[in-house]
């Protein structure tokens, strides 16, 4: 009588099988009539063959989260064309009081009355600084984040002695990046400067940061102050600037006069505005009346 061999199974063959789930012991062990180098190319063989139907197998499940992880949040990533940079824009009841839109705020830059005060005119001057230079030239103008390289929309408001110009754009990354870094700077490097020349005589500006509502990417808002005389009346004109971030676009607003600026308004434009664009970013058309706002 012919004695039965056992069945002989080495521990790493075991380990791999069981990872496996599969019950491959037949095929992984080896009877001790043959050779251990033998026996061992087999078990590996077997084992390999499993790894594999097991990694390619079409019915193998991934593993999905857990229903309790939070879900990641995405943001806008459609590029803003000229439609959505226009839906974008903030409407009269985004920031409410007795606001009424014009038709032109471009030429603000070039002649801009407020009662009997010539504006343009009152801002147009030299500093000695090039970086105080840049935000005197480029208030009441579509240019404060530099020029836009891709879709743009603006629009303004007037109420009494006051203004406000609104603007959304699309910009390279880059230098959008390096506006919103300049914009920064601006409170500590222009905190007071003096501008020289034109029709008013000196005019004294300071700057001073604003805080905003938390919106965007990045954001960044200023008080601007100059003090002066137009006909030979002493004028004073502040204005809030206000910039708020979403990757490679922006929404810019400038608001005041020589009233003052009211930073309520300029929170509710920041705050509606940011909202609008981002829905214009996920392809959307924003509400023409947000929620929220009576």
């Not at 943001?75 to 940079?85: F, N, Q, R």
């Not at 005197?136 to 009494?160: M, V």
């Amino acid at each position: 009588m012919t004695t039965p061999r056992p069945i002989v199974c080495s521990s790493r063959v075991l380990a791999a099988v069981l990872a496996t789930g599969t019950l491959l012991t037949t095929a992984a062990c080896s009877s001790t009539d043959n050779s251990a180098s033998a026996g061992s190319k087999t078990a590996d063989a077997a084992v390999e063959r499993a790894l594999a139907a097991q990694t390619e197998s079409p019915t193998s499940t991934p593993t999905s989260p857990s229903p309790m992880s939070p879900s990641p949040t995405s943001s806008p990533t459609s590029e803003l064309g000229e439609t959505g940079a226009r839906n974008a824009l903030i409407t009269e009841a985004d920031i409410e009081d007795n606001w009424t839109q014009v038709d032109d705020p471009r030429g603000w830059r070039d002649s801009l009355l407020i009662g009997q005060v010539d504006v343009a005119a009152f801002l147009e001057g030299k500093s000695d600084a090039s970086k105080c230079q840049r935000l005197i030239d480029s208030l009441y103008d579509e240019t404060l984040l530099g020029r836009p390289s891709g879709a743009s929309a603006l629009n303004g408001f007037q109420e009494g002695d006051s203004r406000l110009l609104y603007q959304v754009a699309a910009y390279q990354k880059a230098d959008l990046d390096e506006s919103m870094k300049w914009l920064r700077s601006l409170p500590d490097t222009c905190d007071q400067f003096t501008l020289t020349g034109g029709d008013t005589g000196e005019r004294t500006v300071q700057v001073t940061e604003m805080s905003l509502p938390e919106e965007g990417d990045a954001r960044q808002g200023l008080t601007v102050t100059v003090k002066g005389t137009s006909g030979n009346e002493p004028v004073t004109l502040t204005l809030d600037v206000a910039v708020v971030q979403i990757g490679a676009n922006a929404i810019t607003v400038t608001n005041g006069g020589t009233g003052g600026a009211d930073h309520d308004t300029t929170s509710a434009a920041v705050e509606q505005g940011t909202q609008r664009l981002q829905e214009a970013l996920a392809g959307r058309t924003p509400q023409p009346t947000p929620s929220g706002v009576e």
